[in-house]
């Protein structure tokens, strides 16, 4: 469970994030299971501004870096109709045929979402009911820590007096 979240967290923070602008950043997760919720997107798609736009307002919620780590991923395959998504690249469209493979994704498709691994259609029906569930079991506490281009995340499982798992990464 600590290297899943460790891994999101890494990909949040190359996705985008410059690493010299992360000067000083420390947060505590919830002792609930925290909710990666990733989305795949294209300024080609059609369907994906209204997402756009309801998964921005993340940006807005209290819990946002300690219950919700909401990432989006504009891929490459709509860039064929013309015009070329400037977020978009590769790595974000293998990533999502990576999930495809691995994670018994149907297809791939924009808006495509995943909340902690597992694929959520919700969106087409507007129930986010089981984007607040993903989130209920109690697993313990990520605390993550970046100085400069140091980020430091150690977990402490719920209910273990055991010393929390702690891994140090360099950011380049």
Known sequence: MFRVIIGA???VLSSGVQAQSLTEFTKQSDEKKP?????????GCSSCPPVEEWFSKFMDEQAL???YFPVSF??????????RDPFSQRK????QYDHLDKLNIRQVYTPGFLVNGNEWRGWFDRDFSQ???AGNQVVGKLSLDIKGRQLSASFKPNN???????ENYQLK
Do not use: A, P
């Not at 891929?75 to 015009?83: A, E, F, Q, R």
């Not at 974000?92 to 990533?95: I, K």
């Open 65 to 67: 870096w300690q219950s």
């Open 92 to 95: 974000y469209s293998q990533r």
């Open 131 to 133: 984007v607040k569930q």
């Open 35 to 43: 909710i990666f919720i990733e989305l795949f997107s294209s300024q």
């Open 74 to 83: 504009h891929v490459t395959y709509w860039n064929y109709l013309g015009w």
């Open 9 to 11: 967290l890494l990909v």
């Open 160 to 166: 273990q007096d055991t010393q929390s798992n702690i």
